[in-house]
């Protein structure tokens, strides 16, 4: 996005990637399908050590300059939940709108070039694996170390701690969690593959969506969401009956169907074999005219908030995104460019503004990208 900027302004760009091919996280996204931005992008979607940096860049280029683009070039979307817009004619198509792009403004590609070290004096000099480059402009856009197995690294932030620029260290976000092998054991055996509409909450901060229960622990939506909050050693608080107070639905069932046992309404409204695990490991099992109004109260508090707490992540090797990356302190939110460097510019994942999940990160990809583009 900021090559095709910057040639759009005549500048002569050289794209680099150590990759294969460009834009392989955009090939693996949304099972192929790329969700490549989201209908209700706001600030609140992102985080960051200042909340605000990333306005300035959003409201320039925002989700409907993305879908013109995308239109322009034939392409359609379909949209899912909470407003996530997928490429209808698979992610590729993208890849190939943006390389088409940069071919008519004249950028030239090199790829499999790796970028292994810089130095700066009255220009930039790289030394690659295809030998030795010098530009008066830098643009670093090489993500984060998220899934290291494609090649992800941290090298943003080598580049951004060289040149001096403060860093907020990066860590693993949108990420299943684990859990202990006597948890696992006592909890989540058998129980693999359920899946269920949830309310997670964790420091503040709560997403309702689908959770899956894996062998290894929690992943789905809602666990990913709320994991970019969670830090080691923080219990997370779920909501099994988020639609309703729990307490106060056992209590009315409790004066109209006084023999059922505790499972069986449960079964009800959750997946058959988690209220048996629920009711078994905690809350018990009787009919429920057996409970007094305290027992139901406690009962109640548990279901709209089973508090449980993960060992850990599953890390970057998992990770959809990677949190932290270049301290935004150290940037201009209208260009992108260090305040103390001019001439270079971060953008995109490297730098710490980690979008939920949903396309925000890659609307946030395009519109630091073209940000910078206007000014590099
Ligand atoms: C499995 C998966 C699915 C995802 N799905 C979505 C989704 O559906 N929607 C969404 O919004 N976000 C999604 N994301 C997140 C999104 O892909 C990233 O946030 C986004 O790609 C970041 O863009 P970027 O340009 O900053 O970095 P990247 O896309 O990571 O690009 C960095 C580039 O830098 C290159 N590079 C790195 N080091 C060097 C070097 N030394 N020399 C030369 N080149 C180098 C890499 O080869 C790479 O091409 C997904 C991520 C993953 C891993």
Same mark, same amino acid.
């Given at each position: 996005m900021c090559a095709i900027e910057a040639g759009l302004r005549n500048r002569r760009v050289l794209l680099l990637d150590k %990759?294969?091919? %460009?834009?392989s996280k955009i090939r693996i996204s949304g099972g192929g399908k790329s969700n490549f931005t989201n209908l209700y992008v706001t600030p609140e979607n992102f985080l960051s050590n200042n909340p605000h940096f990333c306005k300035s860049a959003l409201s320039r280029y925002s989700q409907w300059d993305f879908m013109n683009l995308m239109s322009q070039a034939g392409l359609t979307w379909e949209e899912r939940s909470h407003g996530q817009l997928f490429c209808e004619q698979g992610a590729q198509a993208i890849i190939d709108m943006l390389l088409g792009h940069c071919h008519e403004v004249g950028v030239k590609l090199l790829i499999q070039c790796d970028v292994l070290s810089i130095t700066h004096a009255d220009a930039f000099f790289l030394n690659t694996s295809k030998g030795k480059i010098s530009c008066d402009s830098l643009v670093v856009a090489t993500g984060g170390p998220s899934i290291p197995r494609m090649g992800s690294t941290d090298l943003g932030v080598q580049i951004a701690r060289q040149f001096g620029l403060a860093n907020i260290p990066f860590r693993p976000a949108l990420v299943p969690f684990i859990f202990s092998s006597d948890f696992l054991k006592q909890w989540f055996q058998d129980l693999s593959g359920i899946s269920l509409d949830v309310r997670v909450s964790c420091n503040e901060v709560s997403f309702r969506e689908q959770m899956l229960i894996t062998h290894r622990g929690l992943s789905g939506p809602v666990i990913l969401q709320i994991s970019s909050y969670w830090e080691k050693g923080d219990v997370i608080e779920i909501d099994?009956?988020?639609?309703?107070d729990a307490a106060d639905w056992l209590l009315e069932l409790r004066n109209t169907n006084t023999r059922s046992e505790l499972k069986t309404v449960l079964s009800e409204k959750i997946p058959k074999r988690l209220a048996q695990r629920l009711c078994h490991n905690q809350l018990g099992s009787q009919p429920l005219n057996r409970y007094s109004n305290q027992d139901i109260m406690k009962i109640g508090s548990i279901l709209n908030g089973w508090k449980i707490k993960p060992s850990g992540t599953e890390g970057m090797r998992t990770a959809e995104v990677s949190a932290?990356?270049?301290? !935004?302190?150290?940037?201009?939110?209208? !260009?992108?460019?260090s305040k103390q460097v001019p001439g270079l510019f971060f953008i995109g994942e490297t730098v710490d503004v980690t979008g939920h999940l949903g396309g925000f990160n890659f609307q946030w990809a395009w519109s630091s990208g073209w940000c910078a583009g206007q000014y590099v």
């Open positions: %990759a294969k091919k %460009a834009g099994v009956l988020p639609e309703i932290g990356g270049v301290n !935004t302190d150290g940037l201009s939110s209208k !260009t992108m460019q």
